[in-house]
């Protein structure tokens, strides 16, 4: 670290000393020459139309500003095939783009942004410069990411968007990787007194067949004087979302004596109880609908109380209802595989790549999850109220405070799940990880059949509300200078109250009280209410697979759970509280900064210095058996009466964060640039790093290990040394040619190691036949945590822009990324003692593509447009996912896995009848990518490389818009 911190030291007194030179070469001039912001503040006041226009302000505001950014202008927004900020950024060189935040699979629509191969949560969002609070649809098992979820933003509701990918003192911490500033639209802004634009239309999914509105209006007025304005904005977008797909669910291994391993000949590697040959979890197909309702919109009203003092306030609000129905048809090969015989099989390295399995009277071969989510929903909402006052000619204030709220919200899971196949046969083949597996299960799965289902388990935590809040103040102020290098003085002080809370989880389970009889042959079960489509496998893009699978309605889901589930009482806080999703953080955050403003004839640049200060106090839960030194409030839970406590770890840090941007102009004109920058930036840890939900998987016997995951509130703050070249030819008004090196040394990253724990048993504890009393048992877990580790992250960036005549433009870029995390922390037992642990580390970085490729070409005259998209990221390091051991319940190390690299190719035209009417057309995914996802053993140490864990294909979406302007 010593060593990181003498090159960046040693980088800014040097570029003190270049600025002091040229400072005296340039003393002579009688004028100074104005810095180069006062140029980016005319751009972005300037109205331009058309994609031509639009494209030559976002290469003038990049040319323009001391740092390295890259900028999307409004009419971008308005033209390119985009229907979320992230899709809108997708095509800037060094920006990669996610499908979901992670856990639930990927969707048809960006959800998460990062910069330079980073992890998403490695980059800030802020909106006008100020913090956003987000949430996410899906919060059921895991904890809080500070990464914004870009599917609350429409990207209509914005100006220009800036991405910085270097830092200056000036700007809020908590990127690393660099920041994605969203500036919106203002009411004084605007040339005519008063202006309406409204959007109508629809969208069509074709995997859903299914037509849904969209609406966006605003209207905005101003008086004659220019100094009161409003402007409203509102939006109201509905989608219909359907995934198809087949999930693995991870891989066991096949334990030593059991059936299958006698009859493969296998025997314990190491001596361990596994043979070392690995077969997956749980094929199934997977079938996700979901309907998507974006909704709420904005209000700013700007005042320009005297000629030097303006006030803004500024409110938005977004909100997502993301109703959804989640079901899994799967063969039961991690409960039944080892112990029956094969009737045939075939291994692949240390894969058990296809097994067929006979019929066993009373034995189920299937089981089959429903899940449905009514309620489930996210939000963002942020008021801002802020006063610009210009003392005098040289001196000026900007005072904003302001507040932010997100949500995620899982209200109810309806739920049951059902052993299938009882009495049939089954089989399955994998075909590697480029395609999905072959597999069957035998029956009926066309309908419910009493004689061959019968209830497994029901499910599903209830009343989960994750809450993100961030009350904040600020005050900035910039001192001009008439003479000398030195263009001005910008100084500044923030302090912001954060909170990440799960105040409440509620678990439910099947009420064996009700005294009704569950199994097969059960008259509780109504009829199927519904089928899977009959094209279902051959959308997946496997041969063999059941199709046409038989559902029950999230109405008769409601109606059963409603009936035989086990739920809390309305008000008690005790006979089903979850206390694993429980947890609170509090952050204090205060920060202040220096920032030197240097300008030349040829040169510009600044140098600052920011302090950034954070005060946490981190709530966590955990059992008494575990954490019996710790004196937290007992957590009364019937559900677990075992006991366990609530606990606090409070932490202080604060960290000077230096930066450093130089710019020079190397022609007389000023088109040829190179770029230089060093600096230190902090980002926070994940919310779910720190104190996220514990997930636990119970082994089938006492003396069994189980596996789970869980949170550590000890982890450090991410620190990373960062440096970057550019070299910038602007060789005419809407063309460019870059190049770009970038180098992130990264101090305090995060990965994750294991550690063995002892926690109670709940499948064992609950089990109504071997344990009618519910006695508590206990066993050992070995569950994954972050850690802190060591990362380098290293890349190239590429971007051509290119004219072509006075209609038709391109832009092609490519980023290299190379991104590795190295060391790790042993972790030890809660005794002290040291256990079966796993260091983290020595593995790539979350999130980060090799390559990414976008490419686009457009055309626009007076009155059609028309552009092409396309982009490409290569795989991708997405997260760890456990290996379980069968029957027999032991389990090995956590796997990684990936995304496989996807492209995606959309298409939009439009023709604008005149200036007040016009209409257009978007295609999104016209490729009908199928994101797939593997795991890779050998990262864990096992004995088999890459083996397929997941495919999806979301379909098309098309949209059909008429705008109008007044």
Avoid at 1 to 19: E, N, P, V
Avoid at 523 to 536: E, K, L, M, R, W
Avoid at 807 to 833: E, I, K, P, R
Wanted: negative net charge; glycine residues 10%; aromatic residues 12%.
């Amino acid at each position: 670290m010593s060593h990181r911190k003498t090159l960046l030291a040693a980088s800014i007194i040097a570029s003190l000393c270049i600025g002091g030179t040229l400072h005296a070469q340039d003393a002579s001039k009688p004028e100074k020459t104005a810095p180069d912001k006062t140029k980016a503040q005319q751009l972005s006041a300037i109205t331009v139309t058309g994609i031509r226009a639009s494209e030559a302000m976002s290469l003038d505001t990049k040319q323009a500003a001391n740092s390295h950014v890259e900028v999307v202008s409004a009419v971008d927004i308005g033209k390119l095939p985009a229907k979320n900020i992230a899709d809108t950024i997708a095509q800037l060189p060094g920006v990669n783009i996610a499908d979901a935040a992670g856990a639930e699979g990927g969707f048809d629509e960006a959800d998460r942004a990062s910069i330079r191969g980073s992890a998403p949560s490695l980059t800030l969002t802020t909106v006008n410069g100020h913090a956003l609070a987000s949430g996410d649809w899906f919060v059921v098992g895991g904890g809080g990411t500070r990464s914004a979820s870009y599917s609350m933003l429409p990207s209509e509701v914005v100006s220009q968007v800036v991405v910085h990918k270097t830092s200056e003192a000036k700007l809020l911490e908590g990127g690393a990787a660099g920041s994605i500033d969203i500036i919106t639209r203002k009411p004084l802004e605007f040339g005519k007194p008063f202006s309406a634009e409204a959007s109508v239309g629809g969208v069509y999914s074709d995997l859903a067949s299914s037509t849904k509105p969209q609406f966006n209006g605003l209207v905005n007025w101003k008086n004659s004087d220019d100094t009161f304005g409003v402007m409203l904005q509102g939006f109201y977008e509905e989608r219909d979302l359907q995934r198809e797909g087949q999930e693995m669910l991870g891989y066991s291994y096949i334990p030593t004596g059991s059936a299958v391993a006698t009859q493969l000949g296998l025997t314990g590697v190491n001596g361990s109880a596994s043979t070392g040959v690995f077969y997956p979890n749980l094929p199934g197909a997977a079938l996700f609908t979901q309907t998507r309702k974006r909704k709420g919109g904005s209000i700013d009203l700007e005042w320009k109380v005297l000629d030097n003092l303006t006030l803004n306030l500024d409110g938005f609000y977004s909100k997502m209802d993301a109703t959804d129905y989640n079901r899994n048809y799967m063969l039961r090969l991690r409960d039944r595989l080892p112990g029956d015989t094969l009737t045939s099989y075939s291994l692949q390295g240390n894969i058990l790549s296809s097994a067929a399995m006979a019929p066993q009277a009373g034995l189920s071969q299937g089981i089959y999850d429903m899940i449905s989510r009514p309620g489930e929903s996210e939000s963002s909402r942020y008021f801002t109220l802020d006063a610009d006052w210009k003392v005098s000619d040289t001196l000026s204030f900007t005072f904003q405070g302001g507040t932010t709220k997100g949500t995620g919200n899982t209200p109810t899971q309806d739920v049951m799940e059902m052993d299938t196949g009882i009495g049939q046969s089954a089989s399955y083949a994998m075909n590697g990880v480029g395609k999905p597996a072959n597999w069957t299960l035998g029956g009926n799965n066309s309908s419910f059949d009493t004689a061959t289902a019968g209830l497994s388990w029901i499910f599903g935590e209830q009343n989960i509300h994750v809450i993100d809040k961030e009350h904040w103040f600020q005050a900035d102020g910039e001192l001009d200078f008439d003479e000398g290098a030195l263009a001005s003085l910008q100084f500044g002080a923030r302090y912001a109250e954060h909170t990440h809370d799960s105040p409440t989880d509620v678990a439910q389970g099947p009420n064996w009280a009700s005294a009704v009889q569950f199994g097969p042959g059960s008259t509780i079960y109504p009829a199927s209410g519904g089928n899977y489509p009959g094209s279902f496998a051959g959308d997946v893009g496997v041969g063999q697979m059941p199709s046409n699978i038989w559902y029950w309605t999230p109405a008769q889901l409601k109606a059963l759970n409603a009936a035989y589930a086990n739920r809390a009482v309305t008000g008690d806080t005790s006979s089903r509280l979850y206390p694993n999703g429980i947890y609170s953080m509090k952050e204090k955050n205060s920060a202040a900064y220096l920032q030197a403003n240097f300008s030349g004839e040829n040169w510009s640049g600044n140098v600052g210095l920011r302090y950034a200060s954070t005060d946490e106090n981190i709530g966590y839960t955990s059992p008494s058996i575990v954490e019996s030194s710790y004196t937290g409030p007992y957590l009364n839970s019937a559900f677990y009466p075992g006991g366990w406590y609530y606990n606090h770890y409070k932490h202080h840090y604060g960290k000077l964060l230096p930066s450093f941007n130089i710019k020079f102009n190397l022609n007389s004109d000023g088109s040829l640039l190179a770029r230089f920058a060093a600096s230190q930036t902090l980002t926070r840890q994940d919310y779910g790093q720190l104190a996220g939900f514990l997930n636990l998987s119970d082994p089938l016997t006492a003396d069994g290990m189980g596996s789970g995951s869980g949170s550590n509130p000890y982890l450090k703050p991410l620190l990373s040394t960062n440096f970057d070249a550019s070299l910038e030819w602007y060789f005419a008004p809407r063309g460019l040619l870059s190049a770009a090196v970038y180098e992130m040394d990264l101090s305090n990253y995060y990965d994750y190691g294991t550690v063995t724990r002892t926690y109670l048993n709940n499948r064992l504890t609950y089990d109504r036949i071997t344990n009618p009393s519910s006695t508590p048992i206990y066993s050992n877990y070995l569950v994954s945590v972050p850690v802190n580790v060591s990362g380098k992250l290293k890349g190239v960036e590429l971007n051509w822009v290119q004219p072509i005549g006075d209609h038709f433009g391109t832009q092609v870029n490519y980023t290299y990324s190379n991104g590795h995390s190295s060391g790790g922390t042993y972790l030890y037992n809660a005794d002290g003692t040291f256990g079966n642990n796993v260091a983290a580390g020595n593995r790539p970085l979350f999130g980060t593509s090799r390559d990414t490729v976008n490419a686009s070409a457009f055309f626009e005259d007076a009155h059609w447009n028309a552009r092409v998209n396309y982009t490409y990221r290569s795989s991708f390091y997405d997260g760890m996912m456990s290996v379980q051991g069968g029957s027999l319940g032991n389990t090995m190390p956590l796997l990684p896995y990936y995304q496989a690299g996807t492209g995606y190719l959309s298409f939009s035209a439009g023709y604008k009848f005149n200036e007040h009417l016009s209409v257009s057309f978007d295609a999104m995914n016209l490729n009908n990518p199928t994101l797939k996802y593997y795991v890779k053993g050998s990262q864990a140490g096992l004995g088999f490389d890459k083996a397929p864990e997941a495919f999806y294909t979301n379909g098309r979406q098309y949209y059909l818009t008429v705008n109008y302007k007044l």
